[in-house]
């Protein structure tokens, strides 16, 4: 069995380069607690920056091309390259790399929840973006799937917990105009 750290709730297998196979199972034994020295970052586990990158250039694509995702579209400015950059910034300090996201001074600081409590976010707009993050990160072909299976864990915990909305005001009008008609 092979232990892991824990960075920002994403369990990451031992060291790059280390004895452990690639698909060695994660776990993590209370009684031998997990020390920075012995392990990777998830970060280094998926690739460092280019990967970051790969991840979300992939998800905006799909967000802005797939009719799938037109909710979640319609809630992003029309230019996605600030929006590209930022959330490809935060994924790289939430997974370990340089935290220069959570150091920037911005309005509503540095907490991602309370940068989006002014969005509408109802549970179909929170299933559009973890569904486009999720392909986005199973189409990355060199990450261990143990670790994008917990990535895509994680990240969907988080954004289910910036729902502030039970329904969309869209689709609140699409039922009452089919309860009239």
């Known amino acids: 069995m092979t232990d892991v750290i824990v960075t920002h709730g994403v369990p990451v297998p ?5 004895a452990s ?3 060695a199972r994660i776990a993590s034994t ?11 970052t998830p970060y280094q586990a998926l690739g460092g920056a280019a990967v970051i990158e790969a991840i979300i250039d992939r998800f905006y694509d799909l967000v802005e091309h797939d009719p799938s995702f037109a909710e979640l579209r319609a809630m992003h400015a029309s230019d996605l390259g600030p929006v590209r950059r930022s959330l490809a910034r935060f994924l790289t300090g939430w997974c370990g790399g340089p935290r220069d996201w959570f150091r920037e001074d911005r309005p509503g600081g540095s907490c991602v929840m309370s940068l ?11 299933g559009q973006w973890i569904d486009a993050m999720t392909r ?7 990450i261990d ?12 915990m988080m954004v289910r917990g910036m729902i502030n909305r039970a329904v969309s005001v869209d689709a609140a009008a699409r039922e009452q105009a089919e309860s009239v008609a």
């Open 145 to 156: 799937e143990s670790l994008a299976a917990l990535m895509v864990e994680r990240l969907d």
């Open 14 to 18: 031992g060291r790059p380069g280390s």
């Open 116 to 126: 989006h409590r002014s969005l509408a976010i109802d549970p179909a707009t929170a």
């Open 30 to 40: 209370p009684s031998r607690p997990a020390t920075a020295a012995s392990f990777a």
């Open 136 to 142: 986005a990160i199973g189409g990355q072909p060199d």
């Open 21 to 23: 196979p690639p698909n």
